[in-house]
């Protein structure tokens, strides 16, 4: 059984083996688009790419306006982050298109500039 459990895994490795180049890039392109709506964002390569907010209320706020349109976003906060660093968590995955990332930059971008600091 933990044999077949290492093929299929193996295997499943071998058919989806571009997918995380896809999130990567993916990930680069949210970064890239979100900078160009003038929203502040970290540098790097991880597919996690958190939107700093610092309150909670304009995190919930944006958070709220960008579901509005559609995306599935949530406001993380303290606890789980220090006080005064609430943010927008997002998680790039490679089954979202480049027409998805960019609507959502615009739509982060938008909501950033409505609300204020």
């Known amino acids: 059984l933990l044999l077949l459990a290492l093929a299929t895994g ?6 989806h083996r571009g997918r995380a180049g896809v999130v990567r890039s993916r990930a ?3 970064r890239r688009r979100l900078a160009e709506a ?3 964002v970290a540098a790097g390569d991880s597919p996690i790419v958190p939107v700093f ?3 909670n209320e304009r995190a919930l706020a944006v958070g709220a306006l960008v579901r509005a349109q559609g995306f599935d976003v949530r406001a ?3 606890p789980t982050v220090p006080a005064g660093t609430a943010r927008l968590r997002l998680s790039v995955h490679a089954d979202h298109s480049e027409d998805e990332i960019d609507r959502l930059a615009g ?3 938008e909501a950033v500039h409505r609300v204020p600091v």
């Open 10 to 15: 193996l295997d499943h490795l071998e058919r």
């Open 28 to 30: 680069a392109r949210l």
């Open 38 to 40: 003038g929203v502040g």
């Open 53 to 55: 907010l610092g309150s």
């Open 76 to 78: 993380v906060r303290p």
């Open 107 to 109: 739509a982060i971008g």
